[in-house]
């Protein structure tokens, strides 16, 4: 009876043991989809601890201004759901908020051309159509935007199986696509914002692309402007043709 420990006490050999993180405090492993350590999961998707409109800003500022460090260590195996709503909830906003500026600048525009003679303002039947399908658009952009991540995600993901030798899959394809669209936000500043925000989302888009496939940078360029290559040289090829049989 001597060799046993007092009461409440473990044996040395059991104490000794070490404890194993992986199965807590009532064994397990961590549920499917939880962060790790490991993981530099967006604001965005750590929204127990950013919130929803906080994590929504921060991931957009986190993405704009360190793009390299935002990618790094991004996980490519969590799903999808994140950065699909991040990508509907940003076209949504952007589309709301150009509708309102294309509403404050027309009327500004038309007020201008009706001091000039000989201006004929549109018809009220021509207004009802226009105002009609750009309310139509601003109803349907948050399917639109949807609709456009995936179409531009499964273009993009062609290239990387063709270009990229360790891809890492469709999600780190769209991840890229969907976070590397934060720039779309400069959308809102009006007259110059599209097209910087465009130029933007492009090279986010190509630091995401090269950090979560684990490619170089000249593949990753290539990988996302082949796309727009192919584009140009397609619309190219068409109107030479076009010209052709008109010349003829």
């Known amino acids: 009876m001597s060799d046993l420990p007092p009461f409440g006490e473990r044996p040395a050999s059991e104490a000794e043991l070490p404890h194993d993180p992986a199965f807590g405090d009532g064994g397990g492993a961590p549920p499917p989809g939880e962060a790790t350590p490991a993981d530099n999961l967006p604001p965005w998707e750590d929204r127990a601890r950013y919130g929803h409109v906080a994590g929504f800003f921060e991931t957009i500022r986190k993405s704009m201004t360190a793009p390299a460090t935002f990618f790094a260590g991004h996980p490519v195996k969590r799903g999808l759901t994140g950065p699909v709503m991040f990508a509907m909830i940003l076209g949504t906003l952007t589309s709301l908020v150009g509708w309102m500026w294309s509403k404050l600048f027309d009327r500004t525009l038309m007020d201008l051309l009706e001091q000039f003679d000989g201006f004929e303002p549109p018809s009220a039947v021509e207004a009802a159509i226009t105002g009609f399908i750009e309310t139509a658009g601003v109803l349907a952009s948050p399917l639109l935007a949807v ?5 531009m995600t499964a273009v993009l993901h062609l290239a990387v199986l063709m270009l990229a030798r360790n891809g890492r899959g469709f999600e780190a394809t769209l991840r890229a696509v969907s976070y590397g669209g934060a720039a779309a936000i400069l959308t809102l500043v009006p007259v110059c914002g599209n097209g910087v925000g465009a130029l933007w989302s492009l090279v986010l888009t190509i630091i995401g692309i090269q950090r979560l496939h684990r490619c170089g940078g000249g593949t990753a360029t290539l990988i ?23 010349a003829s």
């Open 224 to 246: 996302v402007l082949l796309p727009l290559l192919l584009c140009c040289g397609a619309c190219g090829g068409l109107a030479a043709l076009i010209g052709l049989f008109a």
């Open 147 to 151: 609709i456009s991540l995936f179409v």
